[in-house]
């Protein structure tokens, strides 16, 4: 589909700035891992596919490569270049990526496929990728085997609605052995350290599906999480805070 699911585009139009004050960054054991699996050399064209507020964008750009995000949401793509000025940022839609056949040598999708993962987008990712072409899936996993991480995704769970989520596995489906090989799992460590004000706050508040919420809804949610901070025995009165991720990296295979 090229309309984009109203979780993202309300939740995103509304939240860009939040989304980068609070989202975290992304480990810095990925660059070996895009060099060495994904084959993104010095020089190579890569997608930055939902390139959002360019939060992995800078990752890649750190490689030396020239890096092309593609964005839907117009309150994404101008935080985008408040973030990164000069920076290439394209309005585009992961079924209608404006950039010619084999542009590419690799695509990166960082926190963004499960918006968009069908036959039709792999359909045009295969397109834009050069023969031998590799797809990357990226995202940060909370780590709920810590207790109060749990409880903030029991107060989120609730307003989730129909909106896309990594967790649940969805995103899988269209890998069916027609454009690209069955994602290839590596994890690293990562954590996420800051105030609550931000690894927290800022963290969920700018997650499309509470952005997007009533006034009402969102102050509950603001409500239970403030209450988690100051009663919460590893986060009260902490000035600064590790929040524990799981960076997922996946490599798909373009094929022939």
């Known amino acids: 589909m090229t309309d984009i699911h109203q979780a993202a585009a309300v939740g995103f ?3 860009a700035g939040t989304y ?22 010095p020089g190579a064209t890569v997608i930055d596919l939902g390139a959002g507020t360019g939060k992995f964008t800078r990752l890649l750009q750190a490689m030396a490569l020239r890096v092309v995000g593609v964005e839907p949401v117009a309150a994404m793509r101008a935080e985008f270049s408040r973030q990164l000025p000069g920076g290439t940022i394209l309005d585009g839609t992961a079924t209608a990526i404006p950039l010619a056949d084999g542009a590419a040598q690799a695509i990166v999708c960082a926190q963004a496929f499960h918006w968009f993962a069908q036959p039709a987008a792999l359909a045009e990712m295969h397109r834009v990728l050069a023969p031998a ?3 990357g899936l990226v995202w940060n996993v909370r780590d709920e085997s810590v207790d109060w991480v749990a409880a ?3 107060i989120l769970r609730p307003h989730e609605g129909d909106t896309p989520r990594y967790h649940n596995g969805g995103w899988r489906l269209p890998f069916q052995g027609r454009y690209f090989t069955a994602p290839e799992l590596t994890c690293f460590d990562y954590t996420h350290v800051g ?8 963290r969920f508040l700018s997650v499309s599906f509470i952005a997007a919420l009533p006034a009402a809804h969102k102050a509950s949610v603001v409500q239970q999480l403030t ?9 009260r009165g902490r000035e600064r805070i590790a929040f524990p991720y799981q960076t997922h990296a996946y490599l798909c295979r373009r094929l022939d």
């Open 13 to 15: 139009g509304t939240a």
């Open 20 to 41: 980068s004050q609070g989202r975290p960054d992304y480990p810095a054991a990925l660059q070996a891992w895009l060099g060495d699996v994904l084959h993104c050399s």
């Open 133 to 135: 072409g590799r797809l």
């Open 152 to 154: 903030i995704s029991d």
């Open 195 to 202: 105030s609550p004000a931000d690894v927290i706050m800022a």
């Open 227 to 235: 209450t988690l901070i100051q009663t919460h025995p590893a986060l």
